[in-house]
């Protein structure tokens, strides 16, 4: 079966780093558009960042451009996201998903089209 499980999490000072990875198994990884979501308490669930099945186009939110990047290794069938000059504002459970699209779309930001979710990593920034 389909298995996402997300490592990484942890609590650091606002301008730390943390480095959050995803490993797949189960799927056919480079089929896979694969992004990182973030849910803070009391909010919605909202994309942090995305990348398509080739790892040639991504997405982030506004609110952690220049900060934070994704990455995968298909060596490894491992999704990162590496996040620096962390905010207190970007304290929240991160989740990694994958999404498997037809037609030509390389990349989605819409959580609705991702079918397979791993269980979350706490992320917590101080100030």
């Known amino acids: 079966q389909v298995q996402l499980v997300e490592s990484g999490g942890g609590s650091v000072q606002a301008g730390g780093s943390l480095r959050l990875s995803c490993a797949a198994s189960?799927?056919?990884?480079?089929?896979?558009?694969m992004g990182w979501f973030r849910q803070a308490p009391g909010k919605e669930r909202e994309i942090v960042a995305a990348?398509?099945?080739?790892?040639?186009?991504?997405y982030y939110a506004d609110s952690v451009k220049g900060r934070f990047t994704i990455s995968r290794d298909y060596a490894k069938n491992t999704l990162y996201l590496q996040m620096n000059s962390l905010k207190p504002v970007d304290t929240a459970v991160y989740y990694c998903a994958a999404a498997y699209l037809s037609g030509i779309r390389e990349i989605t930001t819409n959580s609705n089209e991702y079918s397979y979710w791993g269980q979350g990593t706490q992320v917590t920034v101080s100030s």
């Open positions: 189960g799927l056919i990884f480079s089929r896979a558009i």
């Open positions: 990348t398509s099945r080739k790892g040639d186009t991504t």
